[in-house]
């Protein structure tokens, strides 16, 4: 999911407001009636309206938005009935813009470098050859990643309407680039926490359709898992095949896991010469509470952990919605239960044991 849906519509104060902030003035050549001008400032799930202004009757206008210094701000002029002017400015910049006519598809705009740089992003996205396009937008990113105006070339569409960085895997290092920049350089900004949790849920995309992938390959029935345990060490479930595997998700602050897993303990020690396996997947974000729950409950069998919590991929693959959960997998590797009652496991394991 893209987290930032929009990159040009904005919140702002106009003229006569006192305090810090940005000022703009311009012109609109093209002569004729007065022109409406509504901003906005762009924040990253849209613009909101604040204010409007008149062109004056050569076509000029004056505005002032309030702004803290610190972090750099997206705006979006936007003529009624024509074209609009996307800006990103440092506060106390004094930003001039001549536009040509009411369709805004030829502006100059001097007094903010941030500003000059998404003009030349919009420029890049208009080229029509999508391999020049692509080439042209990586070396953007490339030399400007410090800039929040390295965000539209990720999330701006181009002019055929498609995004230039979404058909390879690969496009996939261009946001992390932008991210691990701008949240070094702007920690508090929104963009920047909103482009940190995109490049999130891309890895963890790619995680799942790695364990899809892998799931296409194995033999067994069921989907793959890979995670490490309490040592590092990745192991995957379908080292286990052959057995009869109770997969379970849990986590450690769980209420009432204890009483379940030396329940569990019983069934295992049973069984487990017979064929019978556990592969246990917790769900901490807290490693170090992880791994003392699995120390101090001495369990016998493979308790792995990601520490991703409820965005590991293994949740997803599995459509886990509430834990403790549990899938009981037959030696052929087919899933015959899910979410067997702890009174029941004894009996449904014996069931499919020699």
């Not at 007065?34 to 505005?63: A, C, H, M, W, Y």
């Not at 932008?178 to 995680?207: C, E, K, M």
């Amino acid at each position: 999911m893209r987290h930032i849906a929009t990159l040009f519509g904005l919140s702002v104060l106009l003229v006569g407001c006192s305090g810090r902030g940005v000022t703009i003035r311009g012109e609109i050549a093209a002569g004729g009636e007065r022109k409406t001008i509504v901003v906005e400032r762009v924040g990253p799930t849209g613009g909101r309206f604040v204010d409007s202004v008149k062109t004056d009757r050569n076509g000029g206008f004056n505005l002032f938005v309030e702004q803290k210094p610190g972090v750099p701000e997206f705006y979006n002029l936007h003529i009624l009935g024509g074209g609009n002017v996307p800006l990103l400015a440092d506060a106390a910049e004094k930003i001039v813009l001549r536009i040509a006519d009411s369709t805004a598809r030829t502006y100059t705009v001097s007094g903010s470098e941030g500003s000059t740089l998404v003009q030349e992003a919009n420029r890049i996205l208009a080229q029509t050859d999508p391999v020049e396009r692509k080439q042209a937008a990586a070396k953007f990113i490339s030399t400007h990643a410090g800039s929040l105006a390295a965000i539209v070339p990720l999330y701006q569409t181009a002019i055929d309407g498609s995004f230039v960085f979404a058909d390879d895997v690969a496009d996939v290092a261009y946001f992390g680039i932008v991210s691990d920049s701008l949240n070094a350089r702007y920690a508090g900004s929104a963009y920047a926490r909103a482009l940190a949790a995109d490049v999130r849920s891309f890895a963890q995309a790619a995680d799942a359709g790695r364990i899809v992938a892998e799931s296409m390959e194995n033999e067994m029935g069921f989907p793959e898992l890979d995670l490490p345990d309490v040592l590092g060490k990745r192991r995957k479930l379908s080292d286990l095949k052959g057995q009869v595997i109770l997969l379970s998700f849990t986590a450690s602050n769980l209420p009432e896991l204890k009483i379940l897993n030396r329940e569990l303990v019983e069934v295992y020690d049973k069984y487990a010469k017979r064929g019978f396996a556990v592969y246990q997947v917790f769900l901490d974000a807290d490693k170090a509470q992880w791994i003392r729950s699995v120390s101090e409950q001495r369990l016998p069998w493979i308790s792995v952990n990601d520490l991703r919590g409820g965005d590991s991929p293994a949740v997803k693959v599995y459509n886990v919605q509430k834990i403790p959960a549990n899938f009981l997998i037959d030696r052929e590797g087919n899933i015959v239960r899910r979410d067997v009652a702890p009174t029941e496991i004894d009996a449904a394991v014996a069931g499919l044991l020699p």
